[in-house]
């Protein structure tokens, strides 16, 4: 069986920044874009007890942060959401050492019983509210790792966790409306030994495909010696 490869979808602009720090930037809770995210059913008539799970909600996001790929970069939505309409770059990421949860999308919020020991708690909003998305955001298809705020390298109020062993960059996916330097990006794909897979509309359904002519030519350009010049 072949590596698996997770996919992080950013800007242009973001994700190479990333590449040339060697580093990826962590999402924290509360600038996710699903408000529901970590939030489990919460119908109670008691004040004290609704205020017992944003406690544990808080404690976490104090903690730790999160980072979300998706198992393949053909779905457009995925594209059009959160790599600039197709403008910006999907990074391939082969990780280990990381428990990687795969999320269920639902329809109904989920029930959870608090306990009176925090860390369990705190485990029982991670391993289990983690894993669960509302039904219509399956297209993204998404898995997600937490990662500690605390080996993570602050920069400009956001926290980044490094390239490595188990961190690693496989693939570097441009959008079909890629607009940036792709002389740049070979640079910064042979630094990292990466894949460059220049991507386009497929021909008859609703999804991206490699750009075979497009790979053809950066191949060409890869044995260049003019191949590292910034264009």
């Not at 903690?63 to 770059?89: Q, R, T, V």
């Not at 289990?128 to 297209?139: C, F, G, H, I, P």
């Not at 790792?145 to 080996?151: A, C, D, M, P, S």
């Not at 897979?197 to 991206?208: C, H, L, T, V």
Request: glycine letters at 6%.
């Amino acid at each position: 069986m072949g590596e698996q490869i997770f996919y992080h979808f950013l800007s242009s602009r973001n994700a190479i920044h990333d590449l040339e720090r060697k580093m990826i930037r962590v999402s924290l809770l509360d600038t996710l874009n699903d408000p529901f995210e970590l939030s489990p059913w919460l119908r109670y008539r008691d004040i004290k007890v609704r205020k017992c799970f944003h406690d544990v909600r808080k404690a976490i996001s104090k903690k730790n942060g999160i980072l979300c790929f998706s198992k393949s970069w053909s779905e457009p939505l995925l594209w059009g959401h959160y790599a600039d309409k197709h403008k910006g770059i999907a990074i391939g990421f082969e990780i280990s050492n990381y428990e990687i949860l795969e999320v269920n999308y639902v329809n109904e919020r989920v029930k959870l019983e608090l306990t009176g020991d925090r860390e369990k708690n705190e485990r029982l909003f991670r391993d289990t509210l983690a894993r669960v998305k509302y039904q219509k955001w399956n297209y993204e298809n998404e898995y997600r790792i937490w990662v500690r705020l605390e080996n993570c390298t602050k920069i400009d109020g956001h926290y980044f966790i490094e390239f490595g062993d188990t961190l690693k960059v496989k693939e570097i996916v441009l959008g079909c409306k890629y607009d940036n330097s792709e002389k740049y990006i070979l640079k910064l794909s042979k630094d990292l030994g990466a894949k460059v897979i220049p991507s386009r509309m497929a021909w008859g359904e609703y999804k991206m495909n490699p750009d075979g002519r497009k790979i053809n030519n950066f191949q060409k350009m890869q044995t260049s010696p003019n191949c590292n010049i910034i264009a």
